[in-house]
Nanobody
């Protein structure tokens, strides 16, 4: 059983940056792919980025390519999402999730992920 907790959210002006962190406990975190998802009010949860267990394969949704970077430190059981050039459309609750089956090739669908954090709010003002 893996427990996940996100941190680093907050309020930022458009064009600014935030760095989200996903801290894991329990289980063998380094054996899991980790995905980042977000959910805005009234909208479905959507894929943002994912990273394989070794950090060698990374996927991003088109709207964040070139602005967001996902990375991991398995020695510290953490995964980070560096978000630059933030826009009001990035406002959402951001979740990290862990998936064992997709550890080599991360999945992009929320229902493929087994463990979820409670989320952290990111608000980008115009």
């Amino acid at each position: 059983q893996v427990q996940l907790v996100e941190s680093g959210g907050g309020l930022v002006q458009a064009g600014g940056s935030l760095r989200l962190s996903c801290a894991a406990s329990g289980g063998t975190f380094s054996s899991y792919a980790v995905g980042w998802f977000r959910q805005a009010p009234g909208k479905e949860r959507e894929f943002v980025a994912a990273i394989s267990w070794a950090g060698t394969i990374k996927y991003y949704t088109d709207s964040v390519k070139g602005r967001f970077t996902v990375s991991r430190d398995n020695a510290k059981n953490t995964v980070a999402l560096q978000m630059n050039s933030l826009q009001p459309g990035d406002t959402a609750v951001y979740f990290c999730a862990a998936d064992y089956d997709g550890r080599y090739y991360p999945k992009q669908r929320a229902y493929d992920y087994d463990y979820w954090g409670p989320g952290t709010q990111v608000t980008v003002s115009s």
